[in-house]
């Protein structure tokens, strides 16, 4: 029963993204900077295009990842939820709360990051629901490749690094070795994530090149516009 709940939302949420997928285009202004790699970007996902159009020769494969990924995570997210709090009025609501979201949707159909951190949003919250901080060091750790995929794709993403930094002790309430054990375990995965992402971003620029830079140089000639 709990297999066909998830089957079932997982095909409402299919549905929707195939209903959103007129609502961008498949390049929106900033894609051109992923698929050229420009230097204010970091380098897993302009690693991914070049991969798959290596591999394809489609930018439509790009989407077709994107909405595999996608579904997976949302299919786990929905069997995670429907596990540990057992109600299916919990899941249904939540499901369709996601599923439905068209807007949010029609992010997985651009070469843009929204749709992979999405995912990853969706794998993490499986995995806090399902207690993983609380395990041992292999959950740990799973948690913290998640954490530094979300923040080695999108920078702005940096604050759930740091709370979920907070939450391991909070996880581990009593037990000192675990939640040092815990705690490194976690930090070790997200260094690994961002040195491999480093390593990438390095092989093919010199110098990195920070998009807020970009941005307030940007906002400082609207304002000069004006004035």
């Given at each position: 029963m709990n297999l066909i709940a998830?089957?079932?939302?997982?095909?409402?949420?299919?549905?929707?993204?195939?209903?959103?997928?007129?609502?961008?285009?498949?390049?929106?202004?900033?894609?051109?900077?992923?698929?050229?790699?420009?230097?204010?970007?970091?380098?897993?996902?302009?690693?991914?295009?070049?991969?798959?159009?290596s591999a394809f020769d489609s930018e439509y494969a790009i989407v077709a990842i994107h909405i595999t990924v996608y579904l997976i995570s949302f299919a786990w997210l929905m069997w995670s939820v429907q596990n540990v709090f057992a109600s299916y009025a919990?899941?249904?609501l939540l499901g369709l709360g996601i599923g439905l979201n068209v807007y949010m949707q029609a992010y997985?159909?651009?070469?843009?990051t929204e749709s992979?951190?999405?995912s990853l949003c969706n794998l993490l919250i499986a995995m806090l629901v399902k207690g993983w901080l609380a395990r041992g060091i292999m959950h740990a750790s799973a948690v913290g490749l998640v954490a530094g995929l979300m923040l080695a794709?999108?920078?702005a993403l940096a604050s759930y690094v740091v709370i979920?930094?907070?939450?391991?002790?909070?996880?581990n309430a009593g037990a000192l070795s675990?939640?040092?054990?815990?705690?490194?375990?976690?930090?070790m995965s997200v260094i690994v994530v961002l040195s491999l992402e480093s390593a990438i971003y390095f092989s093919?620029?010199?110098?990195?090149?920070?998009?807020?830079?970009?941005?307030?140089?940007?906002?400082?000639?609207?304002?000069t516009t004006y004035v």
């Open positions: 998830v089957l079932s939302l997982t095909a409402i949420c299919s549905l929707s993204i195939y209903l959103a997928s007129e609502i961008f285009p498949l390049h929106e202004p900033d894609s051109s900077g992923y698929i050229s790699f420009h230097p204010s970007r970091t380098s897993f996902y302009p690693a991914i295009i070049q991969l798959t159009m919990v899941t249904l997985h159909t651009v070469i843009l992979l951190a999405f794709l999108r920078p979920l930094l907070v939450a391991v002790p909070l996880f675990k939640t040092i054990r815990n705690l490194a375990a976690y930090l093919h620029h010199s110098e990195r090149q920070s998009l807020a830079s970009l941005t307030l140089l940007g906002k400082g000639a609207i304002l």
